[in-house]
Every structure is written in C-alpha cells, then in structure tokens.
C-alpha cells in the first residue's frame, strides 16, 4: 500500500527501500507542480515547459541544445548514435552501463559495434582507454569512433569519475578524431559529491544522457544535451524508436521541481550512505556517492531475510549486495536497515 506524506516524500508502506534511487515517488509539491504545468503538443515543440526545461539543462551542461527523452537508455542510445556510425566501434569499459543493461541496444538498434576494457572497480583510467582505440583508416580494423563513459558508475558502486582522466580523455580525443559520450545518469550526485560544475562535466563530453529519475526523484525523464545540430538528429532518432511525446510538460514540470528543490540534497544521500556503511562495517571512504557495497555476503539469503523485516536490497551478485540512499529514506530508515541489515548478516555469517 502506497501513501503520501503531506509534507514529505511519499511513502511505500514501512518498508525501507534501498535497491534503487529509481523508486522514489512523487513529493506532494511535484505533484502539485505537475498538475499545474503549462502543456502543448511536444512533437510539434510546442510544449513550453518541455521548451524551457531542454534551455534549462542544455544551459546547465555548456551545451547548445537539449532532447527530452522517456529514459537513460533512449538518451544514450542515441547519444551514441550521434557519433558513430553503422560498422564503427564504441568503446567502454566492461561493467559499463551502456554496454551491460541496455539489451545490446547499439547493436540490434544501430549496428555499432563495441568493445570494452576492464577496469580497476569502473575507475576511469584515459591511458587505458586510449591504448585500446583502433584507428580509422585500418581496412583491417573496426574504427573506434567513441568512447562511453559513466559518470558516477554504477557497478563501480557509485564511485566519481577522477577530473584529470575526464580532461586527459578529452583533449586526446580532439586530436584524434573520436567522440566521448557520458552517460550521466547520476551525475548530479557526481556534481555534488566533488564540486565539480554540471557544465565542466557537459563541456568534456560530445554528447550526454543526464538522468532526472534517480536521485533527484523526477518520475520519469533524461535528458540529451549535445550541439544544435546533433540535437535536430536526436529529434529524429527519438520519433523513430517511438520517443515522441505529447503533452508531456506534466513530466517536464516535475524535472523542473527537482531541480530547484532536490539538487542540493543529494548530499543528504551521501551522508546516509556513508552513515549506513559504518554500521555495516563497510569502509566509508569507499562510499563516494550514495551507493554503498556489502561484499562477501550470500546476497539471496541477506535480501531475503532483510525483506522479511521490512529493508529491501539489491543483488549485485551471488556475493554482493547494493544498497542505494535516496530521497524516500530518512535518517530513521538508515538507522532501521542499519540494524536489521546487521542482525541478518550477523546471523548467516554465523551459520
């Protein structure tokens, strides 16, 4: 059973919900907010809060333009196909996102091919990347036209891409002819946690995927900040994968709340994690963001007995547990899944 907070977030039920930043739920004032919106026919552009919030995060990341999509996956999917080409080569790195969770997306949608290089935990290393790039030109070779990179990554545990290897990937790929694609579906957290701007971020990237549904708790929405004329590409793309939308100024309208309201918190959901980590014994300096990792687990028999108390985890792996903070827990829903979450592995561990 679901319920509304009149003044908080909303609710789901008592449980304490930590497999995803993605279930948060409307608050009662972005509810209000989209039921207020000011809507038109989005295909057509002329939906003005739709309008007005591609303006607002084109201008955020020091991008020309802006698309508002359904989800991370539409936004990077074709933010990849904006900048290679049928028979080219995306490279990234194993655990990537874009490479692990999307279906193999680039290659059943857009014949791209992709390679991917191991990385220490999702570490960004741009020497790494770099020695792996096959040149244009080779008939031998498939071209690297691209290079995904995640930003905070999540099977890295939410870690913050290091500034120096975003700059050194960069400005190498402008001397060679290949393109960097972020996906950044949490990189506002990525923002906060280092104090590195959103436009720093947007301006060592050709194009981005920004997620509006995960810790800043929009219900639905990313968006694809690129140049102008990427974007009236993107548009096309978005039409024929079946992304067109119509009044969806009612969505708009809720990203725009959580811009204004639910950006600055998001050092509230590193605060708990790392709080959650100290009770769990985890180290706290590995916690960057507001993903914390329990290693060495049984994670069925820990998610399981966790969600027979009321905490509800992720399962990375048959020995890893995710556990992620976001907008619907409060201080008292850590402290709670603190303590069941240590009684229960307390208890298997002892087995």
């Known amino acids: 059973m679901y319920g509304i907070d009149t003044d908080g ?23 209000r907010a989209m039921a207020e919106a000011e809507v038109g026919d989005d295909v057509y552009r002329e939906d003005p809060t739709v309008n007005a919030l591609e303006e607002r995060v084109a201008e955020l990341f020091g991008h020309e333009a802006a698309l508002f999509v359904p989800s991370g996956t539409m936004g990077n999917q074709i933010g990849l196909r904006l900048v290679c080409e049928p028979g080219q080569e995306v490279l990234g790195d194993a655990d990537a996102h874009v490479l692990t969770y999307e279906m193999g997306a680039a290659a059943a949608l857009f014949g791209l091919s992709s390679r991917t290089v191991v990385s220490e935990g999702g570490r960004l290393s741009a020497d790494q990347l770099i020695a792996q790039v096959r040149p244009h030109g080779d008939w031998h070779l498939t071209a690297t036209a691209a290079i995904a990179v995640e930003n905070t990554h999540n099977r890295g545990g939410g870690l913050v891409q290091p500034l120096t ?19 950044g579906a949490r990189v506002f957290n990525a923002s906060v946690a280092s104090g590195v701007p959103l436009a720093t971020y947007g301006r060592l990237a050709d194009t981005a995927s920004v997620c509006l549904s995960k810790g800043l708790g929009a219900p639905i929405g990313s968006v694809l900040v690129a140049n102008a004329e990427r974007i009236a590409a993107a548009r096309l793309w978005r039409k024929r994968l ?16 959580a811009l204004d309201h639910h950006l600055d918190r998001l050092a509230t959901d590193h605060e708990h994690a790392r709080l959650l980590a100290e009770r769990l014994g985890v180290d706290p300096t590995t916690v960057e963001t507001n993903m914390v990792v329990v290693d060495d687990v049984p994670a069925p028999a820990v998610a399981e007995a966790a969600k027979a108390q009321g905490v509800l985890v992720g399962q990375v792996s048959a020995r890893r547990v995710r556990l992620v903070t976001h907008l619907d827990v409060d201080r008292d829903g850590v402290e709670r899944a603190a303590k069941v979450l240590t009684q229960v592995i307390g208890d298997l561990a002892g087995h």
Do not use: C, I, K, Y
Not at 166 to 173: D, H, K, P
Not at 242 to 257: E, N, S
């Open 9 to 31: 977030p909303a609710t789901r039920g008592d449980a304490v919900d930590l497999r995803s930043d993605t279930l948060t739920r409307p608050t009662p004032a972005m509810r």
């Open 165 to 183: 290897e975003l700059e050194r990937l960069f400005a190498w790929s402008r001397t060679a002819g290949v393109n960097v694609h972020l996906d």
């Open 242 to 257: 079946g992304g067109g939308m119509r009044q969806v100024g009612v969505l708009a309208a809720a990203a725009h709340h």
